[in-house]
């Protein structure tokens, strides 16, 4: 028998107008999947996320390791981060349905300083992506948050509140002491997501490790052991993967050409985009971007077709 909340997410994806794919809704960070097809890797920026499987499985590639999660399970993203994703178990009889809620770093570190027996953070800095099982109060929280897309109006009011309820729920979990880095405002994961900001919003710059280090409050030898501990890359590799990401994304969504992609991106010699883009996405970049054209294509095409199929 499905879950209540199975149940409630695929309503509101019928309420839709069903089919398959990303469903915004009217919360800002709150977006539903469903998918009837397995799915390639697929390069994605995450942000501090909360990501729940309801049906189906997914996994994660961040540099050299790999998650893999599935129904009742859900992934906690504490920094912003390059990573690969792909669903792995999905069908037109029983689809892969997800749910994927940014968490508010604000309130986190508010219930943090709250609660009367806080969690503490262990010394080992460790990865910044973790898997657990996902209980009954968030699952409760995320069917109240699908209540209050049918309200536009409670949403500024009501949505703060079961925002902290996550947070608390999360910090208060068996995970409570990999998630409270998260929530401490000098602890090393804060200090590297400082760097990984700038990172984000100036990958196309020159920015030396000792630049970075500094934003971060740290020696550039610990700052570089902190940072590839928590992204499993060093810094280099780090932009590098937003650079590709980036790249990718301006040839598909914008039609740059190859050339124009890698300048737009920071390169200064096309050739070496070329060969590094080949291999992380396993094809040349002019080629890649036609295929991804392609693909989302298909998808677009297999979504309409399945909003007639499974239409009520």
């Not at 129904?71 to 029983?94: F, G, H, N």
Request: hydrophobic fraction near 40%.
């Amino acid at each position: 028998m499905p879950s209540p909340l199975l149940t409630a997410v695929t309503a509101y994806i019928e309420e839709q107008g069903g089919g398959e794919g990303v469903f915004p809704t009217l919360i800002d960070g709150f977006n539903i999947v469903r998918s009837f097809h397995t799915m390639m890797p697929m390069p994605a920026l995450y942000r501090p996320s909360l990501c729940v499987v309801l049906q189906g499985a997914k996994e994660i590639r961040l540099g050299e390791s790999r998650l893999d999660y599935r129904a009742a399970e859900c992934l906690v993203v504490s920094i912003e981060l390059p990573a690969k994703s792909r669903i792995v178990e999905a069908s037109p009889e029983a689809p892969f349905v997800g749910v994927n809620i940014d968490l508010d770093v604000a309130i986190m570190r508010e219930v943090f300083a709250q609660m009367d027996m806080p969690p503490s953070s262990t010394m080992d800095p460790g990865t910044c992506i973790l898997v657990g099982k996902m209980d009954d109060p968030i699952s409760d929280c995320i069917i109240r948050l699908i209540r209050m897309t049918k309200a536009p109006k409670t949403i500024p009011i009501l949505y703060p509140s079961v925002m902290r309820e996550i947070c608390y729920w999360l910090l208060s979990s068996p995970y409570g002491e990999e998630i409270c880095k998260l929530a401490l405002p000098k602890s090393n994961v804060d200090r590297v997501a400082k760097a990984v900001s700038v990172l984000h919003a100036s990958f196309a710059q020159t920015l030396p490790v000792e630049h970075l280090a500094a934003i971060a409050g740290m020696s550039p030898s610990s700052f570089q052991q902190h940072f590839k501990a928590l992204t499993s890359m060093t810094p280099l590799q780090f932009q590098k993967q937003l650079r590709l990401v980036e790249a990718r994304r301006l040839m598909v969504a914008e039609a740059a050409n190859v050339t124009e992609a890698a300048y737009r991106v920071g390169y200064e010699s096309v050739s070496q985009f070329s060969r590094e883009y080949s291999r992380k996405f396993g094809v040349a970049p002019k080629q890649d971007a036609i295929n991804q054209k392609r693909l989302y294509s298909d998808y677009a095409s297999r979504s309409d077709q399945s909003s007639q199929e499974f239409s009520p």
